[in-house]
């Protein structure tokens, strides 16, 4: 019984979540607030994108700013170079983007643990490199200039509202694709190799086709927010491509909660959020963005969502078996996201 | 744990409604700078310099009282876009001054154009932005980088002789721009540089760049700035290029912020620029003072650049009483003497000033480096001695143009 109540109260908070995120740009907030929110939005989708790898399938990359970042150059050249209408330019930017992390992820996904993550780090660079130096197409270290508004069969998405939506639509799609794919038997398959990759590949399971289809599904889902960006900044510098994004983005995945759905979300909303109000204040925003992730790092390690569901299963369910065993495995834990 | 969810969310929400107090009528600046990173030394010299104009004034500006604003960029173009946008949008900044490096002021520019949002642009060199880019909010009160480096060039052909030279600089914007605006006119002279050579930002060894030297030139121009500037003096001493080829460049290489952490190696350079801390008028040995005892460090082009802005800012208020009116502010600075440090200059049409270049040589004085000037060429335009619509025909200067034959 309390199975359903937990699955139908979701359902609702999703639904409000959502509703509360159509309202937000009616009301008479300053359109800072809104531009903030997009940001927050498009480094929501990046850190999901990226969580699929290193929550659901167990790899720990810190290239995906690489992917983000390449994908955003790609949409952003052909609008300010060739005129590429948004949607075409976004059409060519994810074509290019599934390529890219196929080809990466041939050699990438050969690899394991510290030396996956090495080889990913490798790859990032060579984008950045790339981004910095090949400055008649890249703009150079002066950064990419001149991506026009993004616009969709003659309308032009010109104020911060109305390509917010555009935003808040793209991640509500692309949030649900991922949600089926992690309940799909393909994304219990990725848990499977997770947790014991020798055993999956015993049972039968092809692990490397597996955690390569993972890795494009990923690299795929930052690039389109690496898109996003492009146009919301109408601006890409070789900063976007650098490993301290891609370090970034993976904090907001683990602060928020690795292989938790909305935990990454929760992350980007944080992160975003305090790096922008914080430095407004001091000038030492810096330290104190560092003491919070040691602070969530030695407290919660699974994450901030782990925390909030263990409170709240102490509150409303009085010690619920699954919900409030803190000391499950990771196997549980993650299952237990997954069906909830 | 739950107090930690509590305290960020407290956090938050203060953080949200500090932004909704804001006082009337007074003239607001947002200042963005690198305060944190690589470039926080050039940053916390650019925003000391606001800071002492205007505490010197009372905080108030053509009568107004001022309010400022600042917030650090991390040297990250996409967080100064990022603070400029916050500054307009919900400070409701009158006017966005800094930053310091050209990637960050070129996306801070293109903002300032697309949302007519006036952009006081201090230090940022990219001579784009007030050339075939040019904007009525974007205020340039520095320098273009080429603009010392074209009437450089002809000095070192008339004065030091020299007809072969090879060049060392960064690898964007602002080392492709000051290099090539000397080459440009080297070559009209006839002079010849044989070889430009683009080591990045952080180049940690120099050792493979500076051996790609031809053993034939008469002198080497270089520019850089920061730690980067003194890695390469200490390494063009050690590897012994500096008895070989005399080492001339662009002023940011000995400026100010950085010459107190050089030795011997720096002696001797010959640089230009529209600053040197050791211009004796009265009114920079003023400036120099006050600058000196408030902070306990010299001043550089930097805290001279945000300073004098500062003045600008007051000679434009002082005129249209405001900034919405862009043209109004326009009118009352351009082509206005403006008293500064750096010496008396004006507002040319395209928002640049037009300003003396000093020559300056590195010396030991008292005991400590200082850039002695040697010679100063009055008056330079952005456009040298060009017509600016013909100069405007040209490419802007970059690593492919003019190009090495």
């Known amino acids: ?340 | 744990m739950k107090k930690l969810v509590i305290l960020l969310c407290i956090l938050m929400v203060i953080s949200l409604m500090s932004g909704l107090v804001s006082a009337a009528e007074t003239f607001k600046i947002g200042f963005i700078s690198p305060l944190t990173g690589t470039f926080s030394a050039n940053g916390m010299d650019m925003r000391d310099g606001v800071l002492l104009y205007l505490s010197e004034h009372n905080w108030k500006l053509g009568g107004r009282d001022v309010e400022l604003i600042v917030e650090d960029t991390e040297g990250d173009p996409k967080t100064a876009l990022t603070k400029a946008r916050k500054l307009a949008e919900l400070d409701k900044v009158d006017i966005i001054a800094g930053p310091l490096l050209a990637s960050s002021g070129y996306a801070v520019a293109e903002y300032a154009r697309n949302n007519k949002v006036p952009y006081l642009d201090n230090i940022v060199s990219a001579d784009d932005l007030t050339q075939r880019l040019y904007s009525d909010y974007v205020i340039r009160t520095g320098w273009t980088s080429s603009q010392p480096m074209q009437p450089f060039a002809k000095w070192v052909y008339d004065n030091l002789g020299y007809r072969k030279v090879a060049t060392i600089a960064y690898d964007f914007a602002f080392g492709h721009e000051t290099m090539s605006g000397f080459h440009y006119v080297f070559e009209e002279l006839g002079g010849d540089v044989v070889k430009k050579i683009w080591p990045p930002i952080g180049t940690a060894d120099y050792a493979p760049y500076l051996a790609q030297i031809p053993p034939d030139v008469d002198a080497v121009l270089a520019n850089f700035s920061g730690s980067d500037a003194l890695r390469f003096m200490k390494q063009y001493q050690q590897f012994g290029f500096k008895k070989r080829f005399p080492l001339i460049g662009c002023g940011t290489l000995t400026d100010e912020h950085i010459l107190p952490s050089m030795g011997d190696e720096a002696i001797g350079v010959i640089s230009a620029l529209h600053y040197s801390a050791a211009i004796d008028t009265p009114i920079n040995n003023e400036f120099y003072q006050k600058y000196t005892q408030r902070y306990g460090r010299i001043p550089s082009y930097y805290s001279e650049g945000t300073y004098t802005s500062m003045r600008v800012l007051d000679v434009g208020l002082q005129a249209a009483g405001g900034i919405d009116d862009i043209m109004a502010f326009l009118n009352g600075i351009q082509g206005k003497e403006i008293k500064a440090p750096r010496g008396n200059f004006y507002i040319d049409h395209y928002n640049n000033p037009v300003q003396n270049i000093y020559i300056r040589k590195v010396e030991r004085v008292n005991d400590q480096l200082q850039n002695t000037v040697i010679d100063m060429i009055p008056e330079v335009s952005q456009f040298y001695n060009y017509d600016p619509s013909e100069f405007l025909k040209k490419p802007v200067y970059s690593r492919e143009f003019p190009p090495v034959d």
Request: glycine residues 12%; aromatic residues 12%; hydrophobic residues 50%.
């Open chain 1, 1 to 340: 019984m309390p199975a359903i109540n937990n699955n139908s109260l979701k359902k609702i908070l999703i639904a409000l979540g959502i509703l509360v995120l159509i309202i937000i740009p009616q009301l008479p907030v300053s359109s800072y607030y809104i531009n903030l929110l997009s940001l927050i939005l498009i480094f929501a989708l990046l850190a999901m994108g990226l969580n699929l790898l290193v929550g659901y399938t167990g790899l720990s990359s810190l290239g995906h700013a690489a992917f983000f970042g390449s994908t955003a150059y790609c949409a952003g050249i052909l609008s300010s170079h060739y005129g590429w209408s948004f949607l075409a330019s976004s059409a060519a930017g994810v074509i290019f983007i599934i390529l890219l992390a196929g080809g990466f992820g041939l050699i990438n996904v050969r690899s394991k643990g510290v030396t996956f993550l090495m080889v990913s780090i490798a790859f990032g660079q060579i984008i950045w490199g790339l981004s910095q130096s090949w400055s008649a197409v890249t703009g150079g270290a002066n950064g990419l200039v001149g991506i026009s508004d993004p616009s969709i069969f003659g309308y032009v998405f010109a104020s911060c509202t109305s390509y917010y939506y555009i935003i808040l639509f793209v991640l509500i799609c692309c949030s649900y694709l991922l949600y089926r794919i992690i309940n799909s038997s393909f994304g219990l398959t990725l848990q499977g190799i997770k947790d014991n990759s020798k055993r999956m590949t015993s049972l039968g399971y092809n692990v490397f086709l597996h955690s390569w289809i993972a890795y494009i599904i990923s690299g795929t889902l930052s690039g389109i927010a690496g898109i996003l960006y492009a146009y919301y900044n109408n601006f890409v510098s070789p900063t976007d491509v650098s490993v301290i994004t891609s370090a970034k983005v993976m904090m907001m995945v683990l602060v928020g909660g690795a292989g938790t759905f909305f935990g990454p979300a929760l992350g980007a909303i944080i992160i975003v959020s305090l790096e922008n109000l914080l430095s407004a204040f001091t000038n030492r925003w810096v330290l104190i963005m560092g003491i919070i992730y040691i602070l969530v790092v030695m407290f919660t390690p699974a994450g901030l969502v782990e925390l909030i569901k263990n409170s709240y299963g102490k509150v409303f369910s009085k010690g619920d078996d699954s919900n409030s065993n803190k000391g499950g495995d990771s196997r549980e834990r993650g299952r237990s996201t997954v069906k909830s």
